[in-house]
């Protein structure tokens, strides 16, 4: 016997849940159209229920929809189950049983992100841009993200093996890696002569303090010779909005830190820096790449805006959209994408990053180059960009820059392993702690 269920009538119920309006004609002309789209769903719905050549848990097909529905709208808003609420809240607070790698697929492959510092996938020298193949001899080809992650995941102490295909290596690559616990330590810093480094690698809960601990311990290290701090946002893929708001207090005394504005006029909301300056105004010089993105892109962009820094290296993912946590259930919950945000010039970097005041090429590692670089503007449903209105056409004599013609072998003979992180080392001894970078206030009448 065939059910069918009476879908006119939950398409009216649908509809009326979802705020359909009722009144003129062309607002019972929308109300059409969509009880006609909801008829479609519970159609196919059915049809797939029915007759598809194998039981489908009903569970499964609605999940499914509302997956579709949500990666329809742009890249960063999907369904939250409870396996991967647990995640969210792992990457935001604590520590896992892995490998240290942050990953997505990229046409059925699980394509790396990043490896997280010192962790088993660091130090065996995997790379952002490595393509897993297969996990311990199975081939993962087709899999899909959670499956992966699942299996490289795993009690502390045991091995896995990864086979790993790099574009420009002549053939793939074998690391046999053991798992440990992951701490999400997000901060690291390292005194390099009278410049303090300090390390962001992800936004999470703990970010801010430890930045604040990171300038302390510098200031105390070197005393009264440090001649300003290099703050290092390479490949680090942002996290929480609140946190990259502390670490730019960090560096400003005064005026607006970033804004995000939603789809009305009133969802408009500005942060600004409300503690002193933590470096009393010293040199201060920001790295970024092209995963740079997200909050390191807000610390990145409201540095740079306020004139407190000089950002160098290459331009950042682009990533300007904000992410909104709206729980759906205990366990379940709806990541959605709810406003922009822009730097506290008005610049809106979705899609097109931010740029550094001098760009800076990593040549001390050759194969960068060969590496695919994925940035926002590469994935599907992105939002497009709001043109800023200063934007300007730079061009370029396409003549190579001299201060960047030293080669891998002429950097190895100096002990120099990362050039661009040299390059800001050596930027600041020049400036020997006597120029300061003032910060303005860009705050709003």
């Known amino acids: 016997m065939t059910y069918r269920m009476p879908s006119a009538p939950l398409a ?64 960063h808003s999907s369904y939250l189950d409870a396996r991967d609420s647990q995640q969210m809240r792992t990457q935001t607070d604590g520590e896992y049983g892995g490998l240290g790698l942050t990953v997505t697929t990229e046409d059925g492959a699980v394509k790396v992100v990043a490896p997280t510092d010192d962790t088993p ?17 199975q081939l993962i080809f087709g899999s899909t993200i959670d499956e992966a ?10 091995s896995i093996r990864l086979t790993v295909v790099r574009p420009g290596a002549p053939k793939p690559l074998d690391f046999t890696l053991t798992r440990e616990i992951i701490k999400l330590r997000p901060v690291r810093h390292e005194v390099r002569g009278d410049v303090g480094v300090i390390r962001i690698s992800s936004f999470n809960r703990q970010t801010g303090e430890a930045v604040r601990e990171a300038v302390a311990a510098l200031d105390r290290q070197i005393g009264p010779s440090l001649k300003g701090y290099v703050l290092d946002l390479r490949s680090n893929p942002g996290g929480l909005l609140d946190q990259a708001i502390e670490v730019s207090d960090t560096f400003l005394s005064r005026g607006e830190i970033v804004s995000q504005r939603g789809r009305t006029k009133e969802s408009i909301e500005r942060y600004y820096a409300r503690t002193p300056d933590m470096t009393n105004g010293r040199p201060l010089v920001v790295l970024v790449d092209e995963g740079s993105a997200s909050a390191a892109e807000i610390v990145a962009g409201a540095l740079q805006d306020s004139r407190r820094g000089i950002i160098i290296g290459t331009r950042t993912f682009g990533k300007g959209s904000v992410q ?10 709806l990541r959605l994408t709810t406003a922009r945000y822009y730097t506290p010039a008005g610049r809106s970097v979705q899609e097109e990053g931010i740029d550094p005041d001098i760009i800076v090429p990593q040549i001390s590692d050759p194969a960068r180059n060969e590496r695919p670089r994925v940035r926002e503007a ?29 080669t891998p072998e002429d950097l190895k003979a100096r002990g120099i392993v990362d050039f661009q992180l040299d390059y800001a080392v050596r930027m600041l001894s020049r400036l020997g702690g006597a120029i300061q970078v003032a910060s303005i206030d860009t705050s709003k009448d």
């Open 121 to 137: 996938a660091a130090r065996a020298g995997i790379k952002a841009g490595d393509f897993i193949t297969h996990l311990d001899g």
């Open 149 to 158: 992650v699942d299996r490289m995941r795993g009690k502390p102490g045991t």
């Open 12 to 75: 009216a119920l649908v509809a009326l849940a979802i705020g359909v309006p009722i009144g003129s004609a062309v607002q019972a002309s929308r109300q059409n159209d969509t009880y006609r789209q909801l008829d479609a769903f519970i159609e196919v719905f059915l049809k797939v229920r029915e007759n598809y050549v194998e039981s489908v848990d009903d569970e499964k097909l609605i999940a499914g929809a509302i997956d579709g529905m949500l990666s329809s709208l742009d890249p």
């Open 324 to 333: 909104t946590l709206i729980p759906l259930s205990a366990d379940t919950g």
């Open 378 to 406: 590469d994935l599907r449903n992105h939002l497009v960009a709001e043109k800023n209105a200063d934007d300007k056409l730079i061009e370029d004599d396409g003549k190579p820059d001299p201060r960047f013609t030293a």
